[in-house]
């Protein structure tokens, strides 16, 4: 997808998140499409080409870089007290390679706070070590990365 594509996708999906939210309804669905596409749109700016959706020639990960093979998946996850978890399910992205990176994009409302850029090499541990204590589902998604404000967040969510 070109930049200016990007660019107008994420306008619109801006507009519907906070048309959605201005009526108090909270959507994780639009805010997870528009993550992706609003890494997408970073990745473009930095001159990437940049595959998405149904135009991706490798599908096992959200955004696919044709140029270079590399392969990238997003994650998002709402701030609530203090933290912002993504789900990996059981695990097997990770394990089964399905994605060179992952970029994180915790949010708040509706904004995205930052992107956190990990390598596969460094998720190894989420999907080695289920934490199973803190996961919303722990029989189907123990394998989360979890982001906190701050060290009182981790240790009241424990």
Known sequence: MRREELEKVVTYLEKAIKELSSAAVDDERIMSR??????????AKRGHVVQVLNERDDKRADIYLPEEGIKVEVKSGKFVYGSSCASFGSGRQIKEGRFDFCVFTPYNENEIKE??????????????????????????NPCILIRCNGYDDLKGSS
């Open 115 to 140: 992107f956190l850029v990990f390598s596969r090499e460094e998720l190894a541990e989420v999907a080695n070590r289920p934490r199973v204590k803190f996961a919303r589902f722990p029989n189907t």
């Open 34 to 43: 528009y993550a992706e596409h609003r890494v997408a749109l970073e990745l």
